[in-house]
């Protein structure tokens, strides 16, 4: 006997959803636990896309990130065609900016964007919905380009970096980042079309399942963005002790590793440290691999270099995680350098006399950097830093006066762009 095939259910229970609709329900979801909820987006991703097909959970992933990606935009074009503004929570505006940014910039055709999310919206603002929607495309409107930052962040990296790093940072988030490699032995490239921007990297020019590119299984490489990769780069080849902390997900410990580096890596979350013990396995590199809390942790001994790459509010990656423009929050700011420092002042009592200590943090806010150098500086008279030197940069690329390394959007722009970052090495006397 035939049988029907099996459609996703809606969670109520009632008829089955039409297909393309589970994966824009999920997009909904992740959409609100990161405006709503402030939930990072990969965070939220297993719950909202709970049972779907991995294309659907990719679908909802793609319209998710693009559409906080162009959000500024897209609330101004939904705006310009209601009478009053809809709240900033309303589902009816979450409805609108899901088919808007399907049929604006995914190449979703309009009849199929908005078919798609009006099964999402119940009442009333169904009609809403469809009416903004037809009026829109039916005036041809465009997403502009670049798009527009969020006028939150705009005004607080304005204050920090200027007019430059704003339009800087909206060329940036325009297009997700290329996929950067960085490999086990310098000296055995993997044959891929690809630009090296520093010896044991690889930019490659098209995207691709990680897992099917020519030596992943084989442990050539690990998926570690460029700038990523300098805080270890800058600890250099070793034969001593070193302690990678917070180490998650370990593209710096298989660095030190590789490096020759006796590593003891250290992270409180264990969930995250599961992709470093596959890539050790994968790569055949060992490290110690430690789950534990650094406020309560401690080392056996000191260790000849330390990289503590510290947690932060993570805003310099937004060009491939745009949740954190819209969920960071000055307060997480705060909190996160005030969780930097402690960390810091543990991490300075670890480093053996004459050993290295790098600092670094994924983050373009000066609380996060410079500012947090400057004050631990201060209290710990033994420490002095060791000048990056151009030399150990990509071409184009240099280091501050004071010899730190910050990176903003503009870093290398043509040849595809860098994370932002901040990264001091520092020398314990």
């Given at each position: ?22 994966a ?12 709503r ?7 939220a ?27 500024p ?13 809809l709240?900033?929570d309303?589902k ?8 808007l940014?399907q ?19 119940d ?10 929607f ?15 930052l ?6 607080r990296?304005?204050a ?27 000296a ?8 090296s921007?520093?010896?044991?990297h690889l ?23 460029l ?15 070193a ?16 490096a ?13 440290l ?23 942790w ?26 954190v ?11 996160m ?27 373009l ?5 410079e ?13 002095e ?5 151009a ?25 595809g ?8 090495r520092?020398?314990?006397?």
């Open positions: 006997m035939n049988k029907t095939p099996n459609r996703p259910r809606r969670p109520s229970g009632q008829e089955p959803d039409a297909p393309g609709v589970p824009r329900r999920a997009a909904l979801k992740l959409l609100d636990a990161v405006l909820r402030g939930l990072a987006l990969e965070q991703l297993d719950s909202a896309a709970q049972g779907l097909a991995p294309n659907d959970r990719g679908l909802a992933h793609a319209i998710a990130a693009e559409t906080l990606r162009r959000l935009d897209l609330d101004a074009l939904i705006d310009s065609a209601t009478q009053r503004d709240p900033d309303a009816a505006r979450f409805a609108l900016r899901v088919a940014v049929a604006l910039s995914l190449g979703t055709p309009g009849h199929a964007a908005i078919s798609t999310v009006l099964p999402l919206v009442g009333g603002p169904r009609k809403l919905v469809h009416g903004v037809g009026t829109l495309l039916r005036q041809g409107v465009t997403l502009p380009e670049p798009p527009t969020p006028d939150p962040v705009a005004l990296w304005h920090a970096w200027g007019d430059q790093m704003i339009e800087d940072a909206e060329r940036a988030i325009a297009v997700p980042p290329l996929l950067d490699l960085t490999l086990r032995d310098p055995r490239a993997p044959d891929l079309p690809g630009t921007l520093l010896p044991g930019r490659l020019d098209e995207k691709a399942s990680v897992t099917g590119i020519e030596g992943y299984a084989e442990g050539d490489w690990w998926v570690q963005d700038a990523a990769s300098i805080p270890a780069r800058l600890i250099g080849k070793g034969a001593g002790t302690l990678d902390l917070c180490a998650a997900p370990g593209g710096k410990t298989l660095q030190l590793a590789a020759g580096w006796a590593v003891t890596a250290v992270d409180v979350s264990e969930s995250r599961a992709r470093l013990h596959e890539n050790l396995e994968r790569t055949g590199l060992a490290a110690q691999v430690v789950a534990a809390d650094l406020l309560k401690q080392p056996s001994a000191p260790a000849d270099a330390v990289l503590l790459d510290a947690p932060c509010s993570a805003t310099g990656i937004f060009r491939r995680h745009p949740d423009l819209h969920r960071v929050r000055p307060s997480l700011i705060q909190e350098a005030e969780l930097q420092a402690r960390l810091l002042a543990r991490a300075a009592e670890w480093v053996k006399p004459g050993g290295m200590l790098v600092f670094s943090t994924c983050s806010e000066p609380q996060e950097g500012a947090q150098l400057e004050r631990f500086l201060a209290k710990h008279a033994g420490f830093i060791v000048p990056i030197a030399d150990e940069l990509p071409q184009g690329v240099s280091p501050r006066d004071d010899g730190t390394l910050r990176l903003l959007p503009g870093a290398l722009a043509q040849a762009g860098l994370d932002g970052f901040f990264i001091a520092l020398r314990r006397s």
